[in-house]
C-alpha cells in the first residue's frame, strides 16, 4: 500500500502542513484507518479510492487526526489531489465524495490547485469567559462557524499579538466543537498577505495546526467583508508557515495553494 506524505498550501519541503495520502482500492474498517493516522502521526492523513464512472464524485475521501476522524480538511485535500496528478490516477478537475458533501480540486495552469468548499456561517457570539486567559490575549470579537466547520473564530487587536500568542492548550479545549481560529489584519499588506492566523485544536489532537484550510471557509467571510474585496490572501503564521489565497463566491469559498510530496513509501502491514 503505497503512502506518501506532502506539505501543502507550500511549494517548499518542510514548510507548509504536511498530510499523508494513501490512495486505496476500498476503505478498510475504521479502526484500521485510526491506527494509521495514528502511526503516521501527522495533523491529518488522507485516505482516497475511485468510485464508479457517472456518479457525482470521482473518488471517495476520508481524513483522520491521530486521534479521531474529522468531517472536513482543507490541506489534506489539497494534498490527495496533488498526489492524483502528480501520479497519473486522475487527471483534471476532480470531485470528491466527503462527510461534508462534494468538494471540488482543480488543477491550475501554474501548478497550483483550486479547492471549492462550502463557505463557514459566521454566527456572532460573546466573547466565552476565560477564553482570553487561556489564549494569551483578549479578543476583540467572537464569531461560531457552524457546525460542519466547528471553530469559534477570535480577531485580535493586530499581528504582533497573534504571532507571539502562548496558549494553554488544554484550557483552549473547553471553549469550542473542534478549535480556535485566532485571527488579525495583516500589519503590513506590501508583504503579499491580507491577514494572518494561527489555529488551534487540542480538542481532536492537534495543538497548534501549521496551515488549515477549512479554516479559511471562515476567514474568507470575515475578512473579505472587512477589507472589502472578495480575492484575498492569508499567512498562517505557525513555526512551519504557509499562505492560502481565497476567493468568496457565496456560499462557496475557493482556496488555492500548491503543494509538494516530501516522502513516498510502502505501508508494509
Same mark, same amino acid.
Given at each position: 500500500?503505497?503512502?506518501?506524505?506532502?506539505?501543502?498550501?507550500?511549494?517548499?519541503?518542510?514548510?507548509?502542513?504536511?498530510?499523508?495520502?494513501?490512495?486505496?482500492?476500498?476503505?478498510?474498517?475504521?479502526?484500521?484507518?485510526?491506527?494509521?493516522?495514528?502511526?503516521?502521526?501527522?495533523?491529518?492523513?488522507?485516505?482516497?479510492?475511485?468510485?464508479?464512472?457517472?456518479?457525482?464524485?470521482?473518488?471517495?475521501?476520508?481524513?483522520?487526526?491521530?486521534?479521531?476522524?474529522?468531517?472536513?480538511?482543507?490541506?489534506?485535500?489539497?494534498?490527495?489531489?496533488?498526489?492524483?496528478?502528480?501520479?497519473?490516477?486522475? =487527471?483534471?478537475? &476532480?470531485? #470528491?465524495? +466527503?462527510?461534508?458533501? $462534494?468538494?471540488?480540486?482543480?488543477? *491550475?495552469?501554474?501548478?497550483?490547485? @483550486?479547492?471549492?468548499?462550502?463557505?463557514?456561517?459566521?454566527?456572532?457570539?460573546?466573547?466565552?469567559?476565560?477564553?482570553?486567559?487561556?489564549?494569551?490575549? =483578549?479578543?476583540? &470579537?467572537? #464569531?461560531? +462557524?457552524?457546525?460542519? $466547520?466547528?471553530?469559534?473564530?477570535? *480577531?485580535?487587536?493586530?499581528?504582533? @499579538?497573534?504571532?507571539?500568542?502562548?496558549?494553554?492548550?488544554?484550557?483552549?479545549?473547553?471553549?469550542?466543537?473542534?478549535?480556535?481560529?485566532?485571527?488579525?489584519?495583516?500589519?503590513?499588506?506590501?508583504?503579499?498577505?491580507?491577514? $494572518?492566523?494561527?489555529?488551534?485544536?487540542?480538542?481532536?489532537?492537534?495543538?497548534?495546526?501549521?496551515?488549515?484550510?477549512?479554516?479559511?471557509?471562515?476567514?474568507?467571510?470575515?475578512?473579505?467583508?472587512?477589507?472589502?474585496?472578495?480575492?484575498?490572501?492569508?499567512?498562517?503564521?505557525?513555526?512551519?508557515?504557509?499562505?492560502?489565497?481565497?476567493?468568496?463566491?457565496?456560499?462557496?469559498?475557493?482556496?488555492?495553494?500548491?503543494?509538494?510530496?516530501?516522502?513516498?513509501?510502502?505501508?508494509?502491514?
Amino acid at each position: 500500500m503505497p503512502i506518501r506524505i506532502v506539505d501543502a498550501f507550500t511549494d517548499r519541503p518542510f514548510t507548509g502542513n504536511p498530510a499523508g495520502v494513501l490512495l486505496l482500492d476500498a476503505f478498510p474498517d475504521d479502526e484500521r484507518l485510526q491506527r494509521v493516522a495514528l502511526e503516521v502521526n501527522h495533523a491529518e492523513t488522507a485516505f482516497a479510492h475511485p468510485l464508479p464512472e457517472g456518479g457525482a464524485a470521482d473518488w471517495a475521501l476520508r481524513w483522520f487526526t491521530p486521534a479521531t476522524e474529522v468531517d472536513m480538511c482543507g490541506h489534506a485535500t489539497l494534498a490527495t489531489a496533488h498526489v492524483l496528478h502528480a501520479t497519473g490516477a486522475h =487527471e483534471g478537475p &476532480v470531485r #470528491f465524495a +466527503t462527510r461534508s458533501g $462534494v468538494l471540488g480540486a482543480t488543477p *491550475e495552469a501554474d501548478g497550483s490547485i @483550486t479547492l471549492d468548499f462550502p463557505t463557514a456561517p459566521l454566527t456572532p457570539v460573546e466573547v466565552p469567559a476565560g477564553v482570553a486567559e487561556a489564549l494569551g490575549a =483578549e479578543p476583540l &470579537v467572537a #464569531f461560531d +462557524t457552524g457546525p460542519k $466547520v466547528g471553530d469559534l473564530v477570535l *480577531e485580535l487587536a493586530d499581528e504582533k @499579538t497573534l504571532r507571539s500568542l502562548a496558549p494553554d492548550h488544554r484550557a483552549l479545549a473547553a471553549f469550542s466543537e473542534r478549535g480556535i481560529i485566532a485571527t488579525a489584519r495583516a500589519e503590513d499588506p506590501a508583504r503579499g498577505y491580507d491577514f $494572518v492566523s494561527r489555529c488551534f485544536f487540542p480538542r481532536i489532537g492537534i495543538d497548534e495546526d501549521p496551515v488549515t484550510g477549512s479554516a479559511h471557509t471562515a476567514l474568507a467571510p470575515f475578512w473579505s467583508e472587512r477589507l472589502g474585496r472578495p480575492d484575498l490572501t492569508g499567512l498562517q503564521a505557525s513555526p512551519r508557515s504557509g499562505r492560502v489565497r481565497t476567493r468568496l463566491r457565496g456560499d462557496r469559498t475557493l482556496l488555492n495553494g500548491r503543494a509538494v510530496v516530501v516522502i513516498e513509501g510502502e505501508l508494509l502491514v
